[in-house]
């Protein structure tokens, strides 16, 4: 198991790192490895050229630490955002990264999802009291019981699909087979609830996987055409779909998305090599556990093309820290959600024991060293994203990462963490924290 940690992030790894030894029984940028700031454009104000300077140099220092890849957006409501991506050397041969690149966005997707739910919502076609079972009738068991809030907020008490053994092998690429949104819920309900509708919190992606499915069902159009004309188009995200891996059991055909064509500007992913990976997972678990994908120097794979189908509506989002930026600028602001709709999504439950975090409906509220702030993380094989916004809006943040356990290694989570501390505190304009002397050595 990790350490603890106050980042969300690494809770949720955490989490995937149990669930892999159960189952496998024009930017600011810089991408070569010097450590200089990049140049300043003549709006660049004093206090952004010194916010550049120590961000570059943590960006380089989460990189020599171990990340493979770094991509840093600040905006701070006043000018220019601050742009940064750094990487390491040995992934230039695959994709010289640019703070611009695409980026698989992970459980972000949540937020989009949960905003599409809300504007049916605003528009009656669904109700937060309905019963799911209304929706997808046989689906779940005791879908009587379980509301759209509830899974909304992770109060349904379904197990997480990717906790099943068959789905995790998908997951991790070992495995091929195309999942169906609907072969993903039948999946976590072979498994007993966790509790009883409504008593507690845990996060699932079941739950949005469902959600997904009864948007369809209530719009007659696909998730990811849900997505493309209420948000993606509106706002004008050029880079922003949602890959929808296996299209079976969708009401409509329409993709906006498909690995099948490889985009040329989406940035790699990586993770340990299954020797480097044993030392992080916990003691115990059998031989075997990896992620697949091509060898990569520094004990790395490759899994930028692993298989995307368990993914969807729970994670299935690619984008870019720009078009991110407008969206969370958009939905704060309520361009996107009526004001009770934006008020309930901003409705929070406590999460786990001793964290200070809260989860709304798709949002989670987070605690940082300079203030809380409006958001979502992300992971899946190969990528890490964090993006957060103030409670209007007006200021957002966004810290890629290209690997999930490659931050597992203590100086590597540290660097990183000290670099997402840093761009948050940029962002809300306080000074930024003194990294530990661990992230600088």
């Known amino acids: 198991?990790?350490?603890?940690?106050?980042?969300?992030?690494?809770?949720?790894?955490?989490?995937?790192?149990?669930?892999?030894?159960?189952?496998?029984?024009?930017?600011?940028?810089?991408?070569?490895?010097?450590?200089?700031?990049?140049?300043?454009?003549?709006?660049?104000?004093?206090?952004?050229?010194?916010?550049?300077?120590?961000?570059?140099?943590?960006?380089?220092?989460?990189?020599?630490?171990?990340?493979?890849?770094?991509?840093?957006?600040?905006?701070?409501?006043?000018?220019?955002?601050?742009?940064?991506?750094?990487?390491?050397?040995?992934?230039?041969?695959?994709?010289?990264?640019?703070?611009?690149?695409?980026?698989?966005?992970?459980?972000?997707?949540?937020?989009?999802?949960?905003t599409v739910v809300l504007q049916l919502v605003a528009e009656q076609r669904l109700q937060l009291t309905d019963p799911v079972g209304k929706w997808l009738p046989g689906l779940i068991p005791n879908g009587a019981a379980i509301t759209l809030q509830m899974l909304l907020n992770h109060t349904s008490g379904l197990f997480n699909y990717a906790n099943d053994p068959e789905v995790l092998q998908a997951f991790t690429g070992q495995d091929t087979r195309q999942w169906t949104p609907a072969e993903l819920v039948a999946a976590a309900v072979r498994h007993d609830p966790l509790f009883a509708p409504g008593t507690r919190y845990s996060y699932s992606n079941t739950n949005y996987v469902a959600l997904g499915l009864v948007a369809e069902k209530a719009s007659g159009r696909s998730l990811a055409d849900l997505i493309q004309q209420r948000i993606a188009g509106p706002l004008h995200l050029a880079n922003t779909y949602l890959v929808a891996g296996s299209v079976a059991g969708s009401v409509a055909g329409s993709v906006a998305g498909s690995d099948e064509a490889k985009h040329p500007a989406l940035a790699h992913g990586y993770e340990p090599d299954a020797a480097h990976l044993a030392p992080l997972l916990p003691p115990g678990t059998p031989a075997g556990a990896a992620f697949a994908g091509p060898a990569r120097p520094d004990g790395h794979v490759d899994t930028t093309w692993v298989n995307p189908s368990t993914e969807w509506a729970a994670g299935g989002m690619v984008s870019t820290a720009q078009d991110w930026a407008r969206f969370d600028a958009a939905l704060m602001s309520g361009k996107l959600l009526p004001p009770a709709q934006l008020q309930q999504m901003r409705t929070t439950v406590a999460e786990e024991s001793g964290n200070p975090n809260r989860y709304g409906l798709g949002l989670e509220q987070v605690v940082t060293p300079c203030g809380t702030v409006w958001g979502h993380v992300g992971q899946v094989p190969g990528y890490s994203s964090e993006d957060y916004t103030d409670s209007t809006g007006h200021r957002t943040v966004s810290v890629f990462t290209a690997t999930i356990f490659g931050l597992a290694e203590p100086k590597a989570g540290a660097a990183d963490q000290a670099l997402v501390n840093a761009a948050v505190c940029a962002m809300l304009d306080k000074p930024i924290p003194a990294a530990p002397s661990s992230a600088a050595r």
């Open 1 to 114: 198991m990790t350490r603890p940690t106050s980042s969300p992030r690494h809770r949720r790894q955490a989490g995937l790192t149990l669930a892999l030894a159960a189952a496998l029984t024009g930017t600011l940028a810089a991408c070569a490895s010097a450590t200089a700031a990049p140049p300043a454009s003549p709006e660049t104000r004093p206090a952004q050229l010194a916010q550049l300077s120590l961000l570059s140099q943590l960006s380089q220092q989460d990189v020599e630490a171990g990340a493979p890849g770094v991509i840093v957006r600040v905006d701070d409501g006043s000018g220019r955002p601050v742009e940064i991506a750094r990487q390491a050397p040995w992934t230039r041969a695959d994709h010289v990264l640019a703070a611009g690149d695409a980026f698989r966005m992970g459980s972000n997707t949540k937020t989009m999802v949960a």
